[in-house]
Structure formats: C-alpha cells, structure tokens
C-alpha cells in the first residue's frame, strides 16, 4: 500500500514563494505527479517526477528524492490565480499499470 | 475541442434509483479511469480499463459497474444509489502509464 502526507492548509501573501512538502512511504514507486484543482473543478496536471532532482516549468518546481521518500512543489511569484488545491499523486509498479495513489491535497490561500 | 468530457456535470436523484454517467475522450488515449472524490476531497481510483479491458478494480461495491464499449468512452453505471454514493465522480484518460488528464467531474446527490 501507499501513505501518502502532505499539510492541509498553507497561507500566502501574493508575490511569494511557497513550497508544499508531500512525503510518501510506497512498496513500489514509478513516479510522482502534481495537480492543481480548483473549487468546483477538475485535477489538472502540473508535474512529474521519476528520478532524483528538480524538475522546473515556469513559476512551478517540483523537487524528488525516491530515498526519502519525499517531493516538494515550489511555487514563486503567487498570484492569486493560484489559490486552490495542490495534490500529491503516487504512481505504483507493475501490475497497478497506471493507478495513482492521492494524498489528502494542501489548500493554499494567496492573500493580497 | 474538450479532451475530456463527462455526462451529466450534475445528477439530483432519490436513494434506491439507478444512474448512469458518460465519459469520453478525444485525446487517443488508450486507458480511462473512475475516481471518486468525496466530501473530503479525498481522490480515489475506482476502476480503470486499457484498451477496453478492465485492469484496476479497487474494493468498490458491485452495485458500480463500469462499461468500455471502445477507447474513447467509458461510461459508470450505478444500481441501488445509497446516500454515501453522494459525491464527485471524475473521468480521466492516458495514454498507458503516462499522465493522467481529468475531465470536469459528475457531482452526485443522492436525496
């Protein structure tokens, strides 16, 4: 099985940088995956990550180490767009083909 | 040009009746899966199909019945609806193991 933590709840002043830290305890890892949900909306991708190190796209960061068993989102610059729901989502081996594992998801607040 | 759609976005029903919900992609994928997010927001695997055969099937009660009649739809059938049926119910599609895309949710009420 999977556990799969991230915090609840993050506030921020617009403008800043906010990292969401998710750690994962896995009997198989294939990869880890980051989305954006906001209310009333579908999951959107935004990241993924299979080996160690950073992976950058624009204003978000996605960070993995497979012996930690942890992975961190950063996001620089808020804006108040981004305001919603960032879920950690686990990709098993093998016979689980493509099924992902969700963590409970980190509601981040930007504020102005 | 959705990649992802769903019918109906809502569904209002009474306890005991029987509802289906559509799915479609017009991605090329070849896998389509069943999430259930619930009150929560807690995002669950249900079911999940790869070139019309059913490859995940988590602990889900056998009153949900999943049908692929081809790669781009799968559709969710759901007998005897229960009040803890109430929930958002999400398509997503990928191309194998690769990335999963969302489609707009089905938000279920069962009165």
């Known amino acids: 099985g999977q556990n799969i933590d991230q915090p609840t709840e993050m506030t921020a002043t617009e403008g800043a940088i906010v990292q969401i830290n998710c750690t994962y305890q896995?009997?198989?890892?294939?990869?880890l995956f980051w989305y954006q949900q906001h209310a009333g909306e579908a999951p959107t991708f935004l990241s993924y990550?299979?080996?160690?190190g950073l992976e950058e796209k624009g204003r978000f960061s996605s960070f993995l180490s497979r012996s930690k068993g942890y992975s961190y989102l950063l996001l620089k610059e808020l804006q108040m767009k981004d305001s919603a729901s960032y879920l950690c989502?686990?990709?098993?081996?093998?016979?689980?083909?493509?099924?992902?594992?969700f963590g409970a998801g980190t509601q981040v607040v930007v504020t102005p | 040009d959705t990649a992802v759609s769903q019918t109906p976005k809502y569904l209002v029903t009474q306890m005991g009746n029987d509802k289906s919900i559509k799915c479609e992609q017009n991605?090329?994928?070849?896998?389509m899966y069943w999430y259930k997010q619930d009150s929560k927001k807690f995002l669950k695997i249900m079911f999940s199909?790869?070139?019309?055969?059913?490859?995940i099937n988590e602990t889900v009660p056998n009153r949900f019945s999943p049908k692929s009649p081809d790669k781009a739809h799968l559709n969710l059938h759901i007998n005897s609806l229960e009040l803890g049926d109430s929930a958002v119910y999400f398509c997503?599609?990928?191309?194998?193991?690769?990335?999963?895309?969302f489609g707009p949710g089905t938000r279920l009420t069962v009165l």
């Open positions: 896995t009997s198989g890892f294939n990869g």
């Open positions: 989502a686990v990709r098993g081996l093998g016979g689980s083909w493509g099924k992902l594992q």
């Open positions: 997503a599609s990928s191309r194998g193991k690769d990335t999963q895309y």
């Open positions: 199909y790869n070139n019309k055969e059913l490859i």
């Open positions: 991605l090329g994928h070849d896998t």
């Open positions: 990550n299979v080996l160690d």
